[in-house]
């Protein structure tokens, strides 16, 4: 029955999803009537990353008019702890560079390695060569490979909404969906062992390995399944 709930939620929540993007000349770092509406929370106000928000790696995203960027990177995440959401996000990748991060959520620390305790997923240029099909961008790292062709051209900002109800993970980017994953019995593709897979909650944040990647409005609506 739980299952059966988490289904219909997340089916309503992907069709709403899938209508919101990013417009231009929305005020940037700032929540919608919609989201204030609907109890997002804004974690970057455009100014600085905030120590009451997040922890761990924040010399590491130097801000920059408006948005911040990773520059010596480490783990980013935020100090409260998320379970079933909605977040949204904005990235640019850069032109010379596989800019190469990853979305850390339900992470257990930020001393351990969030694609296994926890999950990654992916961030990384469309256009990138040889890589596996589970690192492209969007993907959870070794267990979901997603779909590609949804990016912007390099240098242009990209719209990411990710929505996880329990095992259901759905990543859109620029109101595609690129990965619609039930994740109870997944199995990693990869030879290596994922023990945070199926955390029921964690920290969310950005893994950055030191490509300039940019980041921007940057928000999350915290979901309560019904019982």
């Not at 109890?39 to 106000?45: K, V």
């Not at 935020?78 to 959401?85: E, H, I, M, R, S």
Request: net charge negative.
């Amino acid at each position: 029955m739980k299952k059966l709930v988490f289904a219909a939620l997340l089916t309503a929540l992907c069709a709403f999803g899938a209508s919101v993007q990013a417009q231009e000349g929305q005020p940037l770092n700032q929540l919608t009537e919609q989201e204030k509406a609907l109890g997002f929370e804004l974690l970057f106000d455009g100014k600085e990353l905030s120590p009451d928000i997040w922890q761990s790696a924040i010399d590491g995203y130097p801000v920059k008019d408006g948005y911040f960027v990773c520059q010596k990177g480490g783990n980013l995440l935020t100090k409260k702890a998320y379970g079933d959401f909605i977040f949204r996000f904005e990235f640019k990748e850069p032109k010379d560079t596989m800019g190469n991060n990853g979305l850390g959520i339900r992470a257990t620390s930020p001393k351990l390695d969030a694609a296994y305790h926890g999950m990654e997923l992916q961030i990384i240029a469309d256009d990138c060569e040889g890589i596996a099909d589970w690192q492209r961008h969007g993907s959870i790292y070794g267990i979901v490979p997603a779909k590609r062709g949804a990016q912007n051209p390099r240098g242009e900002w990209n719209y990411e909404e990710v929505i996880a109800i329990g095992p259901f993970i759905k990543v859109f980017v620029n109101g595609q969906c690129i990965v619609n994953a039930d994740i109870t019995n997944i199995k990693p593709i990869h030879d290596a062992e994922h023990p945070g897979l199926h955390n029921e909650s964690g920290f969310i944040g950005f893994l950055g390995h030191g490509d300039p990647v940019e980041f921007r409005n940057i928000r999350i609506l915290a979901l309560e399944p019904k019982k």
